[in-house]
Every structure is written in structure tokens, then in C-alpha cells.
């Protein structure tokens, strides 16, 4: 039977493009702890017909785990795990890539349109076009996606792009991190992995939408088996939950406090999560 898609039944819907229904990937042997989407067998071409870009790939996903206070370190995009998950795709071959594309006529160029950059990128085989792209969007605002879709459908339109990658936040780890790692916004307390930034329920429907027009995608999540000392993590996030729900479900009224009091025990909580997972120490230049 082939693979349920990832999204909604769309069927009724004329707006989404039935072949851009997102399902689990045909290749099999992935590496766990991450949720995989696939779009016009993404992950088939990266396979066969870019197999050293594949293995890079499988290898980098193999090895890459998070650890629990680069959660909280600040760094937008480029944190220290995304720095690294790039660094470790670079010892394949892999780099970042401004792509130029110009046309001509009997010689003579008569446009040139803007430059793609991509994040990471390798050529296919023997160092010919098209090649494979990957983008990880770990914490920006949602938007970032949009500007990644556009890219990869321009750059397949081109003949550029054999297909593109985007790795984000799994739905799973994104429920963790927006009860557990939190910061201030002057006397707010905040989380730092809000619901306009990039993760999977973000991605999904951009996608299913049409967004990155026929470029096949591979759509990685990644998931809390990806991060060192997870049991930390949960137990942080159940106890900033259960003090939330005791305010917003009226508990504190069976106990005779008031809902001043119960905000003040919220706070109090989400000040001891801030403590319980410091970020790392800044890198010196």
C-alpha cells in the first residue's frame, strides 16, 4: 500500500495541488528520531540519482544530537547545532552556494535574476547541475519558509535543484520546548520556541499549499530523541504544564487561593525552569 500522506485529506479543496501531498518518505532505512515528509519522491531521487549526497545526508541525520542547554542559547538560525549540522554536511562536500542564473541570447545576456543563496548545497554527480539543497530553519520567524519554497521551486525550474531539504523542529520536540525553554521580554517570561517560528505544523501546510512548486522536497523534523538529556527536558516542561493548567483550569480555588496567587506560582515556576536549563557560556571571538 503506498504511504499515507502527512496532511489533512485535501481532496475536496481545488486550491491544493494533489501532487504536492506530503507522505513518509519510500526509503526506508532512515535514521530515527526525526519525522520525515516527502513530495514527489524526494527522497528517491537524493538515493539514486545523488547517492554521495545521500549518504552525506544520512550520515550527518545519524550523527547530529542537540544538547540540552544549546537549547536556551540564543544565536536566531544559526546556533551552535545548526553550526555544527552544517559543518559536518561540509567534511562531505557540501557548502553554502549563491547561485547566479543569467540568460543570453546568441551570446549576449539579457537578464540576470537575483541571486539564490542556499545554506547548504552539493553538486550531482561528476560535479554537474542539478544538484541537492538543504536548509535548516531551527528558530525564525515562519516567514523563513516561504523564502526557502521559493528558492528551491526557482532553482528546480532551472534546472539547478534535483531536490531540496528542509530540516525544522518536529511537532513532538516543538511541544516540549515552548512549555520548557523560556527567557524574558523585560518583566514577561516568554518562550523562547513560540508558535510563529519555524517547526512542522509551520512547514506542512506551506507545503501542501503548493509551496515550492514541483521541486521534490524531503521535510525533516526533528524530534526529542535528538537531544541529550531529554528526561531534563520533559520533566521541566510537565512542571511548567501543571502550573499552567492550576491557573488556567481554576485548580487554585479548591486549595483557597486566589487566581493573583496562582499567577504568582506560575511565575514562580516558569523562574525555576529559566534556572534549571542555563544556556551555555558564549564563545569567545
Known sequence: MPDEPLTDDTSADPIIDAQAVI???????????????????ADLILR?????????????????HIELQELQTGGGGRTRHVTRFDATLNTHGWAKKNIRIAKTIDGQQVYEVRGHEIDMFTLGPDGTYPGAAVEMEWNNKDPFFDRDLINYQALHREGVLAAGVIVTRGDRLQALLKDAILGKD????????????????????????????????????????????????????EFVR???EFLDQKQYQAVGMTRAEAQQRLRNVQEAAIQAIPPLPRERD
Open 23 to 41: 507522505t513518509g518518505p519510500t526509503v526506508t532505512d532512515l535514521p530515527d528520531g526525526y519525522s520525515y515528509g516527502v513530495t514527489r519522491y
Open 48 to 64: 539514486d540519482a545523488l547517492p554521495d549526497a545521500w549518504d552525506a545526508l544520512v550520515k550527518t541525520l545519524t550523527d547530529f
Open 186 to 237: 523585560g518583566s514577561r517570561i516568554v518562550s523562547k520556541y513560540g508558535e510563529s517560528t519555524t517547526h512542522w505544523r509551520k512547514l506542512l501546510p506551506r507545503v501542501a499549499l503548493g509551496g515550492g512548486g514541483e521541486c521534490p522536497l524531503l521535510l525533516i523534523g526533528i524530534e526529542p530523541e535528538r537531544i541529550n538529556d531529554l528526561r531534563r527536558l520533559e520533566e521541566v516542561a
Open 242 to 244: 501543571d502550573a499552567r
